[in-house]
Structure formats: C-alpha cells, structure tokens
Nanobody, 126 residues
C-alpha cells in the first residue's frame, strides 16, 4: 500500500524560507512525487514534481527560481525548499505521487489516479 506523509509547514514572514518534506512508502516501481497547494476558495495548483528514476524535475511558473525539489531515494524522501516566500504562497500544501516519471502529463496523472498525503499548512505574513 502506497502511503505519503507530509510535514514541514509553518508560518514565516514574506521573504522567508520553509522546507516541506514528504516520505513515501509502498512503491515498487518508478514513480514521480510532487506537491500541489490549495489556498482557501481557490482551485488546487500544481507546484512541482520529481522523478524517482533520474531526478527529473518540473516546476510551475510560480515556483521557478524560488522553490527547489529534491529526492533522497534511499529514504524515499522528497523535500521542497521554498525561499523568497510571498503571501500568495500561503496555502495547504499536499504531497502527491503517481506511477511513471515526472513530465508534463504528471500533474494530470496525479490528479486523476495518483496517491495523496495529508496537507501541511504554509502561512506567509506580509
């Protein structure tokens, strides 16, 4: 059984940094792990993903140049380092995973048939 455990949310001031972690278990095949976020009253938004096979990454435009996703395959641990945080980054962040590598269609695969962990709250004060 695939399970995802997210942690690391918190409160920071604008311009600050946070690191989110997601521990995955139960995978026996190549998979992509990533992050979505959802602010109150908003649709969920894809943030980033990474391939377990070769570390290929994908970022939403809102995350490029500020967020860095990485994977430790030995621990099946994915981290999302977020810097230069803005009030618009405030949301509940969800860890998600899907079979296969991380590429343009991964967001859809995660939404339609992926695995999801619980959310972790990120608050950014201005």
């Amino acid at each position: 059984e695939v399970q995802l455990q997210a942690s690391g949310g918190g409160s920071v001031e604008a311009g600050g940094s946070l690191t989110l972690s997601c521990v995955a278990s139960g995978f026996t095949y190549i998979h992509a792990i990533g992050w979505f976020r959802q602010a109150p009253g908003e649709e969920s938004e894809f943030v980033s993903c990474i391939s377990s096979s070769d570390g290929t990454t994908l970022y939403a435009d809102s995350a490029k140049d500020r967020f860095t996703i990485s994977i430790d395959n030995a621990k099946d641990l994915v981290t999302l380092q977020m810097s230069g945080l803005k009030p618009d980054d405030a949301a509940v962040y969800f860890c998600a995973a899907a079979e296969g590598d991380c590429y343009a269609e991964t967001e859809k695969r995660m939404r339609m048939g992926g695995y999801w962990g619980q959310g972790t709250q990120v608050t950014v004060s201005s």
